[in-house]
């Protein structure tokens, strides 16, 4: 640990001591069968604005480079195609909306700038900023379907993998263990039996409150996906993790005068250190997916 932040690492902690502790099951498991799992074409993640401003590019890459990133797989090759969107504002329950303001967050076009996501891999392999249900690469709009339902029946999107990247504007609805079990069970639902799922919480945030309430959703979000065993879970907030990013500015983006400017959002150079601690339990979910 860095000598300099000792004090306000502990600090911190203590803060967060009410909550759950930090999820300890993300190691590897080592029940999982080594190689021959089913090819992967393509890759789909989806989630919210961490995936538009920071996250979007360390997940592309890691999932697109699964081969090399995860030779315990047994991938013959990379997945042909692998692609992130993250609309911004946006949760697991706006996903499964079919109409009023919870579908808004998604289709309704972005009062202030116009659009509403960032995407990654779809339309161009770096980042380009989408209206979703405007721009036809994104036909998630659809009348009476909720945009969840629409991603799977676009014909341009037929994952074999999805992978749901969520937590950080649920974190006050998941303080609920009822209202994260009710959001899963209808995101789980729209999830067609021939995919293999993911689910990975949030990127630590720079402030231990924002944490705080992070680890509680992220116990109940836990709870709720492995309960049904439909997906694999990976928690994001790991003692590691919380380590590596909690009170770290330099992985998050800043004023000229120094003072952190985005506390919700790491940068994409820490991203891709995030994706670096996660590679172990990662490569686990994919696997348990897959063979699943």
Request: aromatic share 8%.
């Amino acid at each position: 640990m860095r000598p300099n932040t000792v004090l306000f690492s502990l600090a911190a902690f203590t803060l967060i001591s009410c909550a759950p502790a930090p999820d300890r099951t993300n190691a590897p498991d080592n029940t999982q069968p080594q190689g021959n799992i089913s090819p992967l074409s393509e890759i789909l993640v989806l989630g919210d604005s961490q995936i538009s401003f920071g996250a979007g590019d360390a997940y592309r890459r890691f999932f697109a480079n699964l081969d090399t990133n995860c030779p315990s797989l047994g991938l013959d090759r990379a997945p042909a195609s692998t692609a992130a969107v993250g609309v911004r504002s946006s949760s697991l329950q706006n996903w499964t909306a079919t109409d009023g303001p919870a579908r808004g967050v998604i289709c309704d076009v972005d009062s202030k700038y116009g659009v509403n996501a960032g995407a990654y891999g779809v339309t161009s392999p770096q980042r380009s900023y989408v209206q979703i249900g405007k721009d036809p690469a994104y036909p998630f709009c659809q009348p009476d379907k909720s945009p969840l339902q629409a991603v799977f029946d676009a014909p341009d999107y037929d994952p074999d993998l999805v992978v749901l990247a969520f937590l950080g504007n649920s974190f006050q609805r998941w303080q609920s263990a009822d209202n994260t079990r009710v959001d899963w069970q209808a995101a789980r639902a729209l999830i067609p039996d021939d995919k293999a799922c993911v689910v990975m919480s949030t990127i630590p945030a720079f402030k231990p409150e924002d944490n705080r309430l992070s680890l509680v959703a992220q116990t109940n979000l836990g709870n709720a996906v492995r309960a049904d065993g439909r997906c694999a879970f990976v928690a994001g907030l790991t003692p590691e993790t919380l380590e590596e990013f909690e009170g770290n500015k330099t992985h998050f983006r800043l004023r000229e005068d120094g003072t952190v400017r985005d506390p919700r959002h790491p940068s994409e150079a820490s991203a891709a250190r995030f994706t670096q601690l996660q590679t172990p339990a990662l490569c686990a979910a994919v696997g348990r997916a897959v063979l699943q």
